[in-house]
């Protein structure tokens, strides 16, 4: 296996009595890479972290993670090179933030002395030493990611980290999530929030009901989806050009009109326009995250 990849699953299957959580996936990460993984409940995304993890065993294929067999005995060694943020984290009310992270460090062997430094990084230091039952969601979740820190983890696996944050806590978590990547970490985040990771994520997955079903980067995935781009243009009220424009565009209303085109025929289509006189405003619509995953799962439907 090259060395580039710091995850490498291969055909794996999970199958929970005849039920397969994950069937037949192929994955690879590379070092330095944020890959999202997208799908509906029950799509097979913390089956497949918690595969990666160790935590289960595939019932087929094989899991490998910085080189190891997820399986074998040496994986537990560099079990310390992982960093976990769960879906749903459950912290002692009792213990101050300092103190739960305290108690992470020791359980990954970790030094004390980074803890401070930590804490500020993910914007709790001035409540370390507040009890974690007085905290909000935000703080909490900010918390976790703390502990999923510890250590300068290789591989980051973030189970929906941003459910429930607010937008500074979420541009925070991105932020944290760009440094990891410049220092060649790699994160991979299951999420239901498909719009937030654009320009976030190098690449996505998507997943529908234990199987991957598309894979790549957000321009990939759009020329995939061959979804068509809309241009929509505004001609002066009572101009007389709607009558020169060329059959292909629709009206939209009284003073707008679309028309739907491939990427590729995008500059054309716009060059056409240059003997049309009046057009008071160009938009062009490329589809959305939403857009493809929605057409990647209708796809899958018929
Ligand atoms: N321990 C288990 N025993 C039996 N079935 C399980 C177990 N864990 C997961 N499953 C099933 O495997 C499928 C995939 O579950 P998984 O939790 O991986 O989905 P998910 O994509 O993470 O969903 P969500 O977005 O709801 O967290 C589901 O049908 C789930 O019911």
Redesign the pocket.
Known sequence: MSSKYHVVLSGVSKA??K?F??NNVDIQLKAGECVALA??????????IKLILGLIHPTQGKVQLLGHDVSSRSAAQIRGQIGYLP?TVALHPSLTGAETLAFYAKLKKQPLANNPGLLSRVGIAQAAKRRVGTYSKGMRQRLALAQALLGNPQVLLF??PTTGLDPASRQMFYEIVSELRNQGSTVLL?T?ALAELDGQADRIIV?KN?SKIADGSMSELRQQSGLPIRIRIALTPGSESAGKLPPVWRKHNESAYDLHCSEQDKVQAICSLGHINGINNIEIHTPSLDDMYAHFLRREDV
């Open positions: 929970y009595a039920q959580a994950v799908g509906h409940n029950g799509a097979g995304k913390s089956t497949i879906e189970d929906e299951s239901h997943m234990g």
